[in-house]
């Protein structure tokens, strides 16, 4: 099955072939430049169910859609992560976007089987400096990344770090770099994007407002509908931003698709891919 | 205040923003419905088609959309048609009458009939018998009381839902 125009679209550049779910708003930390406000206390967790990921997975992958990323709030928040990460895995290539705050023994236990699957892990870290980290992230941040990193590496996990930049120098910069070079994950693992100013960081004044062809569209499912890219399902004030929204019907998957293509058709070709944000 | 966010254009899903003025403005009514945008697909088209001049005039649906409205209380609708009606050349006496500001006995026939088959239509539609129904048909073919059965119903809906959604009035 196809949707007609998607992988031309995806060849001519105007997207890209992942496939973005928002797993959960919900998060146990409240980072400064969120772009979904998510916390501890969200009331509305607005979350997709593992059988709703799996759905649109399986349906991703019919559809031509080369890979998934999955982000939130705090993807492991939801209790069965860890194996529906290896599920998902098992369908397409897969990245999954968390603070790695929740990494008891146990659940490094049942992240195992990711090793052998194309998942990767992609945790964030701001500066090798503790507290400036934590100011921008959360209480004991930092030591919780730098225990769970290596563990995860030790377990043949594909592990990457993203900093997010604000206004760290470059002496930062390269320290961070070391810090993660000597936990096992190259250069090429590590990904440094700045703030997009929508969300929380759009309140703070933070970031940078992203130009029309700055994020190259890649369909992005939550709870609230379908969106342009994983940058647009943003939250001000606890209202979801709808203005880059793209359907509100995500099942089935084909049909959010072809309006994504019917608006990616419209846009200029991106020049950014969506490296900025994974 | 509406009980529905009122997205300017900026603020509008993508695939929404075709339905507001070239000069970026809308109706309160189509800046709550882009909320949902996947329905509009279809369903502005459909009251496009419904409203517009089909196998019956326009003041004819008009004199519908304003009689189903005032007998829903709809403000919004009201205040949105009755210039409309008076536009599409529905006589001011006659708005005044289905707007309860005007006795109904001095309309003309047709509209009496049509006014008594809508007033039904909308409040009790098990009463309409084969009498009322035959004394309608003396006006109107039955294609046309299709289409004006249709813009009743289309405005029914949207007394409702700008009534519950409180959705301001056009210059309100």
């Given at each position: 099955m196809t949707v007609t125009g998607f992988e031309t679209a995806v060849e001519e550049g105007r997207c890209g072939e992942r496939l973005w779910l928002y797993a959960t708003y919900h998060c146990n930390l409240a980072c400064i430049y969120c772009l979904t406000e998510s916390h501890p206390g969200i009331a509305n967790r607005r979350g997709l169910s593992s059988d709703l990921l799996l759905q649109l997975a399986r349906e991703a992958r019919g559809l031509g859609f080369g890979s998934l990323g999955v982000t939130g709030g705090e993807v492991f928040m939801l209790p069965d992560m860890a194996e529906t990460l290896a599920e998902l895995g098992s369908l397409l290539p897969t990245v999954a976007l968390t603070n790695a705050t929740l990494f008891t023994d146990r659940m490094l236990g049942r992240l195992e089987p990711l090793a052998d699957l194309d998942v990767a892990l992609q945790i964030s870290l701001d500066s090798p400096d503790p507290l400036r980290n934590d100011a921008l992230r959360g209480p004991e941040n930092f030591a919780k990344v730098a225990e769970a990193v290596p563990k995860l590496v030790e377990r043949g996990i594909d592990t990457r770090i993203a900093t997010t930049v604000d206004d760290q120098s470059e002496d930062e910069l390269e320290r961070l770099c070391e810090l993660h070079r000597s936990w096992g994950v190259s250069d090429d693992d590590h990904v440094v994007r700045g703030i997009v100013r929508r969300g929380r960081a759009a309140i703070e004044g933070m970031g940078s407002e992203p130009g029309p062809t700055d994020i190259l569209p890649e369909l992005t499912i939550t709870a609230d509908g379908a969106f342009l890219?994983?940058?647009?399902?943003?939250?001000?004030?606890?209202?979801?931003?709808?203005?880059?929204?793209?359907?509100?019907?995500?099942?089935?998957?084909?049909?959010?698709?072809?309006?994504?293509?019917?608006?990616?058709?419209d846009q200029p070709v991106g020049t950014d891919a969506a490296a900025t944000f994974t | 205040m509406a009980r529905l966010r009122l997205l300017?254009?900026?603020?509008?899903p993508l695939t929404a923003r075709h339905f507001y003025r070239d000069d970026g403005t809308a109706s309160s009514l189509t800046r709550s419905l882009v909320n949902a945008p996947d329905l509009l697909e279809s369903f502005m088209p459909f009251l496009a088609q419904v409203y517009a001049e089909g196998s019956i005039d326009v003041a004819t649906k008009e004199l519908v959309v304003v009689r189903v409205s005032q007998l829903n209380a709809c403000q919004y609708c009201l205040a949105a048609h009755r210039p409309i009606a008076l536009d599409a050349g529905v006589p001011p006496e006659l708005v005044?009458?289905?707007?309860?500001?005007?006795?109904?006995?001095?309309?003309?026939?047709?509209?009496?009939?049509?006014?008594?088959?809508?007033?039904?239509?909308?409040?009790?539609?098990?009463?309409?018998?084969?009498?009322?129904?035959?004394?309608?048909?003396?006006?109107?073919?039955?294609?046309?009381?299709?289409?004006?059965?249709?813009?009743?119903?289309?405005?029914?809906?949207?007394?409702?839902?700008?009534?519950?959604?409180?959705?301001?009035?056009?210059?309100?």
């Open positions: 890219h994983p940058f647009a399902p943003t939250v001000r004030h606890g209202v979801t931003d709808l203005d880059l929204l793209v359907s509100r019907q995500v099942t089935p998957l084909s049909a959010a698709v072809r309006r994504f293509v019917g608006v990616v058709a | 300017e254009r900026d603020d509008a005044a009458a289905i707007c309860e500001e005007a006795p109904l006995a001095e309309l003309p026939e047709r509209e009496r009939t049509l006014i008594e088959w809508v007033d039904r239509y909308v409040l009790d539609p098990a009463s309409i018998d084969d009498e009322l129904m035959a004394r309608v048909l003396d006006y109107v073919r039955d294609d046309q009381l299709v289409e004006l059965a249709l813009v009743a119903g289309a405005t029914q809906l949207l007394n409702h839902y700008c009534t519950a959604f409180a959705i301001p009035p056009p210059g309100a």
